[in-house]
């Protein structure tokens, strides 16, 4: 039975998704071990540190499939230490002395933590690759709805005209800076481990420094100047990066769930028949999946507090604080890739109920544009005095829940500097979305710009 919502039967695909699921498995995990291992042997043998032959055998034995992983498991319950039962198993698997050579000179925490940087770099791929799209859904959707009017709103409440194409230009611009912080994050932080038991990297002889570069080219990863047992900043920053681009989606999931109530009814995520909203209420379309994007970037928020822990090393290496990295970098990574994968789906389906933004427009019978009046006002009053006149005819309005227009024309104050054919401008929605559209079209096209030069 499983114990988690990663590895539920019931509830995984709701939590993960499979390819992060297959990137973060125990045999996925083994294998870049393995990996490491037959990346140090060759290398090894290259510069004529151990036998060739030897670094033959170690590589061609270097398979997860060729593990017995019930042994392994047993050994680690038994011995308490997380790599040496798969470096015994790995041991056995090799014919003659080779199984000598293998893990020579390095430390459990060069491989465990190089084996997490090629998992992490792996499952960065596919978020920067769904993001990517996601980026694209949304600059459609802005070029789309550019000049298609609704309430913007602050605090909670309506406060003047925007377009809904601008709403999505803002998720857009914020997106694309993350893709942009995503590309920062890989020249940068996908550093490779292999130092030794303190980082001195003693234990590799006198050519430490080309055995380490000759292992991380053949992994792909960067070499670190220095040990970073100690130094855990790069994934902190890592999964910082995730914490963001969850906290952003959770935003926009956050506020689809809030237009598609069904007294606003602006927007609603895709529905398909046979999806139930409720097991007593047969009406309900609950917007399942913008609410899951909301929950994910809470989860991810709590592991990279988790994550934040481990900076906190003592002495040359902590077991204690790295420990924590085990469970919360896994997750993090599956958490945010479950949540841009729902954002994709729910964005390339979305809703948008334009008639009723329209309506929504006049629900305040016209307040919508005081701002327009007062300013307008002003050019005759000042601005000041406009605004305390406009203020008392609002909050009149509210009170009786009339027509702000018809109160502004049954004011003296007002009615001698503005007629009602001016009113029908001033206080026309689509006369002041200001440059909604325009700024609009300028981060739809600079997106657009930077994704013709983008070879990442």
């Not at 906290?247 to 956050?254: A, C, P």
Request: glycine share 6%; charged share 25%; with cysteine.
């Amino acid at each position: 039975m499983a114990c988690t919502m990663i590895e539920s039967e019931l509830f995984r695909d709701v939590f993960s998704t499979a390819i992060m699921r297959e990137i973060w498995d125990d045999r996925s995990i083994i294998q870049h071990w393995l990996d490491i291992e037959a990346a140090l042997a060759e290398s090894q043998a290259e510069l004529g540190i151990i036998p060739s032959e030897i670094a033959r055998e170690i590589t061609e034995k270097a398979k997860v499939e060729n593990l017995d992983f019930t042994i392994i498991r047993q050994e680690v319950n038994k011995i308490g230490h997380s790599l040496v039962p798969t470096l015994r198993e790995f041991q056995r698997q090799c014919k003659g002395k080779a199984g000598e050579y293998i893990h020579l000179g390095a430390t459990t925490q060069d491989i465990i933590d190089t084996g997490f940087v090629l998992a992490a770099k792996k499952a960065f791929a596919v978020i920067y690759d769904d993001l990517y799209e996601v980026e694209g859904l949304l600059i459609n959707l802005a070029e789309e709805h550019k000049a298609t009017v609704m309430a913007g709103r602050t605090h909670g409440q309506q406060a003047l005209p925007i377009t809904f194409g601008y709403k999505v230009a803002v998720w857009a611009s914020e997106i694309h800076r993350h893709l942009e912080r995503m590309q920062e994050c890989r020249v940068r932080d996908f550093v490779g481990q292999l130092s030794g038991a303190v980082g001195t990297m003693a234990g590799f002889g006198e050519q430490a420094i080309e055995l380490q570069i000759k292992v991380m080219s053949k992994l792909g990863l960067k070499v670190p100047e220095i040990s970073w047992h100690a130094s855990r900043d790069r994934l902190v920053s890592v999964i910082n990066l995730l914490a963001l681009i969850a906290g952003t989606l959770g935003k926009i999931g956050n506020e689809i769930v809030s237009l598609q109530k069904t007294e606003v009814s602006e927007l609603a995520e895709p529905w398909a028949d046979g999806v139930v909203g409720s097991s007593t209420m047969p009406h309900k379309r609950n917007p399942g999946a913008t609410e899951g994007i909301h929950t994910l970037s809470k989860l991810v928020k709590g592991n990279l507090l988790q994550v934040h822990e481990a900076l906190l090393q003592e002495h040359e290496r902590d077991g204690a604080y790295w420990k924590i990295e085990w469970v919360a970098i896994p997750e993090a990574f599956i958490f945010t890739a479950a949540a841009v994968a729902k954002a994709k789906k729910v964005l390339k389906g979305l809703v948008v109920n334009k008639q009723k933004m329209e309506q929504n427009l006049d629900i305040l019978q016209g307040l919508l544009l005081s701002e327009a009046a007062m300013l307008h006002l002003g050019e005759k009053l000042g601005k000041q005095t406009a605004h305390k006149v406009v203020y008392e005819i609002s909050m009149n309005s509210f009170r009786d829940n009339a027509s702000f227009k018809q109160y502004l024309l049954e004011d003296s104050r007002v009615n001698s500097y503005v007629t009602a054919a001016e009113l029908d401008q001033i206080l026309n929605p689509h006369n002041y979305t200001g440059f909604s559209r325009q700024l609009t079209e300028r981060v739809v096209a600079n997106i657009k710009q930077a994704r013709s030069q983008d070879n990442c």
